[in-house]
């Protein structure tokens, strides 16, 4: 099993739908990353996080400790969003452990 | 400000022979992390640097991998006799200080597209 698990593993929305891609983990860690890589592109840190909530425009992070899980939202959701979603948790020791990744697809 | 940089863009060597990869992290940044994303895969883990510590080197796959890291900046990657397997991007990323219990962000550079044929 892995550390770090993703769903769903591919989602295809359409413009302006609200979409919800979760990460659970079963490690302690100290933080969790969600991270953006475009095709061909570079990775793009969007949040780290290791309580609460967090907003970034149109982004929206949470994290439960208790329950080892966290979700990143997308509102109002736009073909530039089109990209991998990663998440990814430090352990103790600052080594990231990564999750598969959430290929999205926005249709116009 | 600069962001993390790495070279080669690119890099095709043939099977056997040793490659050189280099990483600029952000000035200030005593951390410095080596991923590896491989066609298909996941991003792993190789090697960690934080300041003048021993390097975290857990990830690393074999002895045919090694870093450093000079004067607390530059970072070289060098794979020995390298691979078909090697072939991957290689992602260098910096952060802050980090000790145990505190993180922060991790910023990444663009990665060396290493092909080994």
């Known amino acids: 099993k892995n550390e770090v698990e993703q769903s769903p593993q591919n989602l295809t929305a359409q413009e302006g739908e609200f979409i919800t891609i979760n990460c659970s983990y079963s490690?302690?860690?100290?933080?969790l990353h969600w991270l953006q890589q475009h095709p061909g592109g570079g990775i793009v840190s969007l949040f780290m996080?290791?309580?609460g909530k967090k907003k970034h425009g149109r982004l929206i992070a949470t994290i439960n400790i208790q329950e080892k899980h966290s979700s990143l939202h997308i509102t109002a959701s736009h073909p530039r969003d089109s990209a991998v979603y990663i998440c990814?948790?430090?352990?103790?020791?600052?080594?990231?452990?990564f999750g598969a990744g959430t290929i999205l697809r926005v249709k116009s | 400000g600069a962001g993390v940089s790495q070279s080669p863009s690119n890099k095709v060597t043939e099977k056997g022979k040793d490659v050189e990869l280099r990483c600029d992290p952000i000035?200030?940044?005593?951390?410095l992390y080596w991923y590896r994303q491989s066609l298909g895969q996941g991003l792993e883990f190789l090697i960690y640097?934080?300041?003048?510590?021993?390097?975290?080197k857990s990830g690393l796959p074999s002895d045919r991998f090694s870093a450093e890291r000079t004067g607390g900046s530059v970072s070289t990657l060098t794979i020995q006799r390298t691979q078909q397997e090697d072939s991957a991007v290689y992602l260098c990323?910096?952060?802050?200080?980090?000790?145990?219990?505190?993180?922060?962000?991790?910023?990444f550079g663009p990665g060396t597209r290493l092909t080994v044929t």
């Open positions: 990323a910096s952060s802050r200080f980090t000790f145990s219990g505190t993180s922060y962000e991790q910023y």
């Open positions: 490690v302690g860690i100290s933080a």
């Open positions: 996080l290791s309580s």
């Open positions: 990814a948790v430090m352990e103790y020791g600052n080594k990231l452990v």
């Open positions: 000035s200030g940044h005593t951390a």
């Open positions: 640097f934080q300041g003048n510590s021993a390097p975290d």
